[in-house]
């Protein structure tokens, strides 16, 4: 092999999870806004910004690991807000699940593959 081709290792199963999940959140998103009013229009951008940060971590960017860590941080954040404040079950599981994400993208084992 030579010194200017470039190794393709795949992404951790974790991070490939992690991948998929937003995508899966940036799909709910559009289906909300698309079937009209579930999602004002605005949402669209984070939808947006999901599923960039869903590709690039799938192909080990390191400027998607940031944005996936800061989709996931603050979908943590919302999530466990409005577990807390309207006392809801399944926001409250989502915002403890996407900390487990949090704390897993933070590993150093995750930063090193990245490039």
């Known amino acids: 092999m030579s010194k200017t ?15 998929l999940y937003l995508a899966l959140i940036a799909g709910v998103i559009i289906l909300g806004v698309v079937s009209g009013g579930h999602y004002p229009t605005g ?4 939808s947006a910004i999901f599923l960039t940060a869903s590709a690039g971590l799938l192909a080990s960017f390191r400027w998607a690991w940031a944005l996936a860590l800061a989709a996931v941080f ?3 954040v919302y999530d466990l807000w409005a577990g807390l404040t309207q006392r809801s079950l399944a926001a409250g599981v989502q915002g403890l699940l996407n ?7 933070i590993r150093p084992e995750v930063r090193d593959r990245l490039k």
């Open 5 to 19: 081709s470039i190794e393709r290792t795949p992404p951790l199963p974790g991070v490939a999870g992690i991948a």
């Open 74 to 76: 603050l979908l943590m």
């Open 43 to 46: 949402y669209l951008i984070f």
């Open 99 to 105: 900390l487990v994400f949090f704390l897993y993208l």
